[in-house]
């Protein structure tokens, strides 16, 4: 009987473990179901949102082509560079933009305003 009662302390079955297995499953079940009708009811529901406020501008591609261009750029700008195009991130960085997000090919870059 020892034996038992040892399986039963390390969770190894019993009707209290399957009593707690579903109690965990339908908390879960609960939560997917308040994240869908969440996301389903969120504003603006089909329509592609911005995260970007009144007062910020659409993200921009710095390249050798439009590097001119980045002394123009108003405050509140995102940007985006290619990571191997250092000259180009360089003069960014020069007016005022730092880098957000490192990941991939693309980084991003934004200019305070």
Excluded: Y
Excluded at 43 to 61: I, V, Y
């Amino acid at each position: 009987m020892g034996d038992v009662e040892g399986e039963h302390g390390r969770g190894g079955g019993g009707e209290e473990d399957s009593d707690l297995s579903l109690r965990i499953a339908h908390g879960s079940i609960e939560l997917c179901s308040a994240t869908e009708i969440a996301i389903k009811s969120a504003p603006g529901q089909g329509r592609t949102r911005s995260t970007a406020t009144d007062t910020e501008t659409k993200m921009q591609h710095f390249d050798v082509g439009n590097r001119h261009q980045i002394k123009d750029a108003p405050p509140n700008t995102w940007a985006t560079v290619h990571r191997r195009d250092v000259v180009t991130m360089s003069e960014l960085a020069r007016r005022g933009f730092h880098l957000v997000d490192m990941s991939g090919e693309v980084w991003t870059m934004h200019r305070e305003g």
